[in-house]
């Protein structure tokens, strides 16, 4: 059994002039939801073999705030291509996974996080996690899946089980898009 946990990075600023959206940094409400998600994961009693994520300055930035929410370090491997990939380039990465993690945390980007859930998860009528990230997979949210698999080279579409779809706003109204 393996498991596959997907974090979107949190609220990133467009306020601040940066040159390329690679460099773009998080805004207060992104780093306050980051945190969150944080303590989450750690309530949860979820825990990581190997921590994958994109360089990005946000998804850095928001590696730091679930850190200090967490509780402990994450120390991800850094993958740029991770930035802004497809879900077929996430998939490709997913089978290069360690054989012997079977709890991995990937940390990046829309639309391919979103997309990838999309893949991986067959879509059931009346799966109400399924149906809300289609609806719409936010900035800090998490997703949990599990592939009845021993290799992660085996992980293909249709083939995983959403077991959580969790957003800021979830567990704190106040991070929700009306504020």
Known sequence: ????????????????????????????RGQRAAMVMGRHLRSAGLEFDHVIASPAVRIVETVEQVEAGYGGALAPAWDRRIYLASASTLLDLIHELPAGADSVLMIGHNPGLEDLVLMLVPDRAGDTLRDAVEAKFPTAAVAVMTFDVDDWGAVRSNGGTLQRFVRPRDLDPLLGPEH
Do not use: C, E, I, Q
């Open 1 to 28: 059994m393996k498991t596959l946990t997907v974090l979107r990075h949190a609220k990133s600023s467009w306020d601040d002039p940066v040159s390329r959206d690679f460099d773009r940094p998080l805004n207060g």
